[in-house]
């Protein structure tokens, strides 16, 4: 049970570059949901998915997309990276998407671009 | 627009201390309050708080939660170097969108 997984756990990219951060859980949780996290700001939510097949926009959803690909897997694509998206990206699911379910996190995919 | 402020920003302490962790949420329709470890890398669940003012407990850490005046306090008592961390705390809504506050880095000394 290896819980939330991530790929990679690093990452540098020139600016304008594209790439997909890969999440998968093995514990049959419903939601999904991508953060980042930069220095003294806590994590804020990118996007999440509530179930499969759904997807939501959360709180610095601009620059980035999502899928859904099933009940196991959730990935983070950034179309054209810019210096301002470098930060760590966590990963996170919980049962449901009420607000009474913990989430477990991933351990994170440390992103720098150039 | 949804806040969560946590203090101190950073903590010293010696092995043996007790500490307590201070988070302040403005949170529209807020449903619980959660507080998480951060070591090297993923934040790990310590505790959710939903009621005011009854206490959770595990092992030398406890929480309670104070919905009058928005506030939650996390307590460490009889500190080790094993506790040195970065202390998240989350607010959530109805919409289960969290929150969460800079986190407060407590460091634990010999």
């Known amino acids: 049970n290896a819980g939330v997984t991530q790929t990679p756990k690093f990452q540098v990219l020139k600016t304008g570059q594209s790439m997909t951060l890969q999440c998968a859980q093995d514990?049959?949780?419903?939601?999904m949901y991508w953060y980042r996290q930069d220095p003294g700001m806590g994590l804020r939510l990118i996007y999440y998915?509530?179930?499969?097949?759904?997807?939501d926009k959360g709180e610095v959803p601009n620059g980035y997309n999502v899928s859904r690909l099933n009940k196991r897997e959730f990935s983070l694509r950034l179309e054209s990276a810019a210096p301002s998206q470098t930060s760590v990206y966590f990963c996170?699911?919980?049962?449901?998407?009420?607000?009474?379910?913990?989430?477990?996190f991933g351990p994170g995919t440390r992103l720098t671009v150039t | 627009e949804d806040k969560v402020v946590q203090s101190p920003l950073s903590l010293v302490v010696h092995e043996g201390d007790t500490v307590t962790l201070n988070c302040s949420y403005e949170?529209?329709?807020?449903?619980?309050l959660l507080w998480y470890k951060q070591e090297k890398k993923a934040p790990t669940f310590l505790f959710m708080l939903t009621s005011s003012g009854i206490e959770k407990k595990s092992g030398r850490l406890s929480s309670i939660l104070d919905k009058k005046e928005l506030f939650s306090i996390l307590n460490i008592t009889a500190t080790q170097t094993g506790d040195s961390a970065v202390y998240l705390c989350?607010?959530?809504?109805?919409?289960?969108?969290?929150?969460f506050g800079g986190g407060t880095r407590l460091m634990v000394k010999p």
């Open positions: 949170v529209t329709n807020f449903r619980s």
């Open positions: 996170a699911s919980s049962e449901e998407v009420t607000s009474l379910y913990e989430q477990y």
């Open positions: 989350a607010a959530s809504n109805a919409g289960n969108m969290l929150t």
């Open positions: 514990m049959n949780h419903n939601s």
């Open positions: 998915s509530a179930s499969e097949g759904t997807t």
